[in-house]
């Protein structure tokens, strides 16, 4: 499908000027055209109802666009986001693939959570946390920490943590790496974990780091080392960052570091240092539209001044905190405007607001004083992990640096690695050469010594077993159906005249002959039917748990078909007859040698009889009966 590509907001805003200039200057109908044709085709361009003609490589440049956008251009973020919706809903979902889609999931939990709706920005991660896409499942993690933090709910934070350094050893993406040992680090800043967090700090690669990166990066590991009193407030770190900041235009990253710098100042009682650095910077918190900084700079204000007893500043700056936290929630500085506000109405023995005012303080204190509590909870569940994972970082880091120090080591290190893994290719190469001849040779061996094995065993004209084989088989299948309480029968096959037939007629006819008699039992053969020539006229046949009368019947159906022959066959020159003899283990006792013997007894008992026949045998016909033991004894009891 052909597709319109995407269309900057600022193509937009130009166009849509264009328009409108046109509009006034529209006296004649000419001009009139014009607007209406250009109005349409910003419509055109500006629609979503286009989507069905985008290609898949336009999409994801739509959907990088606005990834690469979400924080710096709030308006083309929605704008972007709005047509990405379009494309994910209705007739258009299907064009989507799944990573489209969970890159337009990502981007709809960011936008509820610039709305402020974090409950269900959380609830669109969490549908990321299974993605077969690793980046997404991080991504997934690390938003969810951010918003977790942001609500001061540690309920599943910790579990965040382990989730995200179980999976970030497997990620590519340096920034996305960077990303989470930053998440983390600030996670264990926020609950007051100050070494923690410089420990992942530490673990961000930021030689590829922009800027803008850079200026994040600085600002919280400055602001970890203020508060772990490693620096002092005003030093040069801190006086750096706010330069770099204010460089790239993170005012919000600046006035931070402004902030916390000036509540340094005061806890250490340098007021009047404290009522100079936020002057100073007064300009940049008041032109950034962040109201908690702006709280934070009134009531910072209000309490130097206190301080320093300019009651008249510090009213001033007081109410005007008082005024933003009416409007806003009041951040983790405005409860000092409280404190400032009680104090200047005892001051002027206005007791009862004084009251009013020191009853919020301790309110926020005491809010402040359980979030506390549930920060060193949630820092002790997870401190001892976390100094064992980033010490475990770090020492591999170490050890990195210490093995390889220069390009040249590294450069030296690979050459030796190829030169030793040519060296192993051709001794594998080689081994497998030998393996190969040693293995061909085997199997010629063995398929040799098959071959011998076959020529003993397979009878080589007609394909049927020889006389030995067939025996050892036989004793096999006997015992087989004793152990099953089963019966075999045992056939003898013998073609009359055979030996006047071969010269009468040739030894190739009577070899015809032989393989018409196999062609029979290929074709009559039942199941557990095993035949073999056991001379040059002489066949056996074994039927497995088969009963005596069954393999008379197999036997008679074996003759006529032997009798056919002639009428059935051309190259048959004269009827053929045989002689059969069949028993049973159940007359023999299961032993393999007596059956065999029964059943050429048998065989010979149909040639006495006239050939052409099946005999059966009989006990009569053995004299091993009158070798056996009774197998019950009779006692009689005289009087």
């Known amino acids: 499908m052909k597709f319109i590509p995407t269309i900057n907001i600022k193509t937009n805003t130009l166009l849509t000027a264009g328009i409108g200039y046109l509009s006034l200057l529209a006296n004649r109908q000419t001009l009139k055209l014009l607007v209406l044709l250009l109005s349409t085709l910003a419509f055109m361009f500006s629609s979503p109802a286009l989507a069905d003609q985008l290609t898949e490589q336009q999409i994801n440049q739509l959907i990088a666009e606005t990834i690469k956008v979400r924080r710096s251009n709030k308006e083309l973020f929605n704008t972007n986001l709005a047509r990405l919706n379009s494309f994910s809903t209705g007739e258009h979902q299907l064009q989507l693939s799944t990573a489209q889609q969970e890159d337009i999931l990502y981007l709809q939990a960011y936008q509820l959570t610039l709305n402020g709706d974090n409950s269900q920005a959380i609830s669109k991660h969490q549908l990321l946390e299974h993605s077969a896409n690793i980046n997404n499942r991080l991504r997934s993690y690390l938003a969810q920490l951010n918003l977790y933090l942001l609500a001061d709910d540690f309920s599943r934070s910790n579990l965040l943590v382990d989730n995200i350094l179980s999976v970030v050893d497997e990620v590519d993406d340096i920034i996305m790496i960077n990303d989470s040992f930053e998440m983390i680090g600030y996670y264990y800043y926020d609950l007051g974990k100050y070494q923690l967090a410089l420990n992942y700090f530490s673990l961000k690669n930021i030689n590829s780091s922009d800027a803008a990166n850079l200026c994040v990066h600085h600002n919280l590991v400055a602001l970890s080392q203020l508060a772990s009193n490693q620096i002092k407030a005003n030093d040069i770190e801190i006086v750096t960052v706010i330069k770099d900041c204010r460089a790239t235009n993170d005012h919000i990253v600046a006035n931070s570091t402004v902030i916390e710098n000036a509540n340094q100042l005061i806890v250490n009682g340098e007021y009047q240092l404290a009522i100079k650095h936020l002057l100073e910077n007064k300009e940049f918190l008041l032109n950034v539209d962040y109201y908690a900084h702006n709280i934070s700079m009134h009531s910072l204000l209000a309490k130097a001044n206190f301080e320093l007893e300019r009651y008249s500043a510090a009213t001033t700056h007081a109410n005007s905190a008082l005024a933003l936290i009416k409007k806003f929630p009041a951040t983790k500085h405005g409860q000092l405007a409280f404190e400032v506000l009680s104090a200047l109405q005892i001051l002027q023995q206005n007791y009862q607001q004084a009251l009013s005012y020191l009853q919020t303080y301790q309110n926020i204190e005491a809010s402040n004083a359980d979030l506390k509590r549930r920060k060193d909870m949630a820092g002790a569940q997870a401190k001892h992990q976390a100094q064992q994972y980033s010490r475990r970082l770090q020492q591999l880091r170490n050890e990195n640096q210490r093995s390889i120090t220069t390009f040249d080591d590294l450069d030296n290190a690979n050459k030796k690695i190829v030169r030793q893994l040519d060296l192993n290719l051709q001794i594998i190469a080689l081994l497998l050469v030998v393996y190969c001849l040693l293995y061909g040779l085997i199997f010629a061996l063995k398929a040799k010594k098959q071959g011998l094995k076959n020529q003993a065993n397979i009878d080589a004209f007609t394909g049927l077993y020889g006389r030995k084989h067939f025996i050892d088989l036989l004793a096999g299948m006997i015992y087989q159906d004793k152990f099953a309480n089963q019966n075999l029968t045992l056939i003898t096959l013998n073609l009359d005249d055979f030996k006047q037939i071969n010269q009468q007629f040739g030894m190739a006819y009577g070899d015809y002959i ?87 007894k048998a065989m010979l008992k149909a040639k006495q009889q006239g050939k052409n026949q099946v005999a059966s045998f009989e006990q009569h016909m053995s004299k091993r009966t009158q070798y056996q033991m009774p197998t019950k004894l009779k006692y009689i009891f005289k009087k």
Do not use: H, W
């Not at 066959?569 to 004269?574: E, F, G, H, P």
């Not at 002689?579 to 040698?593: I, Q």
């Open 514 to 600: 032989l393989t018409k008699v196999v062609n029979i039992f290929t074709k009559l053969a039942i199941k557990n039917a095993v035949m073999a020539r056991t001379s040059s006229d002489e066949f056996c046949i074994a039927l497995g748990n088969t009963e005596l009368q069954s393999g008379l019947v197999f036997a008679e159906r074996f003759l006529t078909e032997i009798g056919n022959l002639a009428t059935t066959d051309d190259k048959i020159m004269k009827p053929l007859t045989a002689s059969f003899g069949v028993t049973n283990t159940s007359l023999c006792n299961y032993v393999p040698k007596s059956l065999f013997s029964d059943a050429n």
